[in-house]
T-cell receptor, first 113, second 111 residues
Framework: NAGVTQTPKFRILKIGQSMTLQCTQD?????MYWYRQDPGMGLKLIYY???????DKGEVPNGYNVSRSTTEDFPLRLELAAPSQTSVYFC????????????FGPGTRLTVL | QKEVEQNSGPLSVPEGAIASLNCTYS??????FFWYRQYSGKSPELIMS????GDKEDGRFTAQLNKASQYVSLLIRDSQPSDSATYLC???????????FGKGITLSVRP
């Protein structure tokens, strides 16, 4: 099992550009999450999904969009990138059982200039 | 606003000492608790989970939970330089299926 994979690892965007951060998991997990992590600030939840076709906002959803058309994939879309979106983005997934371990992907380091 | 608070760091201990990391949470509905370790530039990895009051030991790590006081701690015995990392405390509430993370505390183990 590859677990949770994310692409790209690094990206530099110009202000106003758009991009999609990819996330795939091969553990057949229902729950998937997108976090951003700024230095010294812990993990902030952007969006999450409890299954294919179902998504919901987290703490900091503004400027982002998500979709979940399959169990495996949970892409995060940035429209009109802003410097405030410079951060490290982590995707995570978790199975249905309560409690269960939440697995993280390796992260995408995004810089908006 | 449901919060998880971790005592401010950084924390520095000498090699071989016990490192004590503390965490409090505000949501009494939280059911389970997790400690993640995050090395610089890497993603968080789970090192301990605890679901009921008391202690849970795994090798050099002991997690402690006191639901009445809404307090979780992680003890690292015989600390090693390889334990130097940021430790994140997280609380899970089944009602919203989400983990709430603390800001983390950076531990440095001096050789």
């Amino acid at each position: 099992n590859a677990g949770v994979t994310q692409t790209p690892k690094f990206r530099i965007l110009k202000i106003g550009q758009s991009m999609t951060l990819q996330c795939t998991q091969d553990m057949n997990h229902n729950y998937m999450y997108w976090y951003r992590q700024d230095p010294g600030m812990g993990l902030k939840l952007i969006y999450y999904s409890v299954g294919a076709g179902i998504t919901d906002k987290g703490e900091v959803p503004n400027g982002y969009n998500v979709s979940r058309s399959t169990t495996e994939d949970f892409p995060l879309r940035l429209e009109l990138a802003a410097p405030s979106q410079t951060s490290v983005y982590f995707c995570a997934s978790r199975g249905l059982a309560v409690p269960s371990e939440q697995f993280f992907g390796p992260g995408t380091r995004l810089t908006v200039l | 606003q449901k919060e998880v608070e971790q005592n401010s760091g950084p924390l520095s201990v000498p090699e071989g000492a016990i490192a004590s990391l503390n965490c409090t949470y505000s949501d009494r509905g939280s059911q389970s608790f997790f400690w993640y370790r995050q090395y610089s530039g890497k993603s968080p990895e789970l090192i301990m989970s605890i679901y009921s009051n008391g202690d849970k030991e795994d090798g050099r790590f002991t997690a402690q939970l006191n639901k009445a006081s809404q307090y979780v701690s992680l003890l690292i015995r015989d600390s090693q330089p390889s334990d130097s990392a940021t430790y994140l405390c997280a609380a899970f509430t089944g009602a919203n299926s989400k983990l709430t993370f603390g800001k983390g505390i950076t531990l440095s183990v001096r050789p």
